[in-house]
C-alpha cells in the first residue's frame, strides 16, 4: 500500500484510511510505537496493554465454572 505524506497543520503525517485501521485493530487515539531501522525502514508497532495474571485468573475460573459440565462429559 502507498501513502503519501502530507502537511497537517506545523507538521508532517501520513492519514490512514478506515479500512487499514480496521485490518490493523486500531482507533482513533491508539498508540504506537516508532521505529526506525537502518536504511531508513520505519516499523509502527500498535501497544496493546497486557492483561493482568489477576484478570487471567479470573477468565480461567469463570470459564472452568461455565464449562465445568462439558469438561466432565469429555475427560
Do not use: C, F, W
Not at 482507533?27 to 495474571?53: F, M
Amino acid at each position: 500500500m502507498i501513502k503519501r505524506i502530507t502537511k497537517v497543520g506545523n507538521s508532517q503525517g501520513i492519514i490512514l484510511d478506515a479500512a487499514l485501521m480496521e485490518l490493523a485493530h486500531l482507533k482513533p487515539g491508539d498508540d504506537l510505537n516508532v521505529e526506525v531501522h537502518a536504511g531508513g525502514t520505519i516499523t509502527l508497532t500498535p501497544l496493546r496493554p497486557r492483561p493482568s495474571r489477576e484478570e487471567v485468573s479470573r477468565v480461567i475460573t469463570k470459564t472452568m465454572k461455565d464449562y465445568a459440565g462439558t469438561m466432565k462429559k469429555l475427560a
